[in-house]
Each structure stands twice: as C-alpha cells, then as structure tokens.
C-alpha cells in the first residue's frame, strides 16, 4: 500500500492534498521564482498552480507521480505569466526593473539575458538541472520527455549559453 493510499483511509481528501502540497511548497516556490524572478509574481504563480492542482486533482492518473505533476502545474502558470508579461509591459516597471538592473552583477545579467534568449525546452532543463539540482530521470518525469531527449536538451542547452555568454 502506497503512501497516499495510507493517508486516504485516515484523512479526508483535502487534508492529502494539504500534506502534499506541504512538502513541495518550496520546491514549487524555487522554480517559480527562478523562472519569473520576484517574490510577488513567483507566490502568485504557485497559489495559481495549487489552485489550478486542486480543480484538476481527479484527472491525475498515477498517485506517485505528484512531484512532477505539480512542478509541470507550476512551470505552465509560469510560462503563461511570462508570455502576459510580453503583450503588457507598463512603464512604472521599466523604471523599477533599470533601477534593480542598476544593482546587479554585471555576469548576473549576462546569465539572465542568454537564459531568456534561450529555446524554453533548454530552458526548463537547465533550470531544473542547476537551480533546482533536480536527477535527469526526475526532470524527464517532469518533462514527460525520454532520458535522453532530456540529456541532449541539457548538452544543447549549455553549448547555447557557452555561445551567448
């Protein structure tokens, strides 16, 4: 008997879902914040991905495969969030971005800019990878990419940050 089906015979259904959430909040609140970079817009992120995990809580299939479920939730809301940031872009954050661009490092920027230049699929890999020092056999459950598939985005990933930095 699996660990979720143990929880399910002494709390009810929502109770589960609380104690899972628990344990991958900072998970989730990491890969938000490394894909959006402030505090508000990654918390906004997870509180949308938790919300979006809890409607479609039925539609998931494997009960072992949580974690990468809900990371997947979570990159989605981060990726949508980017893509609104694109077509909106107000002018008191221009101000507010130059002035906290002002404060970085010069190499932080340069990381910063040749990660957004980068395709989203080596993006997500190198970002799993390095800031979230996730397995490759994690990230391809993640993904719901093969191993290799996974391998090679990394490779090609690097060697596109290589040639940007």
Known sequence: MNRI?????????????????????????????S??????????????????AWTKRHKLKDQQSVRPWLIRITINCC?????????????EKVKEEAAAREMQSNERMDLERAMERMKPKYRHVIILRFYQDMTMAEIASV???????????????????RAYL
């Open 79 to 91: 990726m949508d969030e980017l893509r609104r940031r694109k077509r909106v872009f107000p002018a």
């Open 143 to 161: 993904l719901k990419k093969p191993e290799g598939t996974v391998k090679t985005w990394l490779r090609e990933g690097l060697k596109q940050l």
């Open 35 to 52: 894909y959006l970079r402030t505090e508000a817009d990654a918390l906004e992120a997870v509180q949308e991905a938790v919300c979006k």
């Open 5 to 33: 089906s143990m929880l399910r015979q002494e709390l009810g259904e929502e109770d589960i879902f609380q104690r899972l959430l628990a344990e991958e909040q900072r998970t989730l609140y990491a890969i938000a914040l």
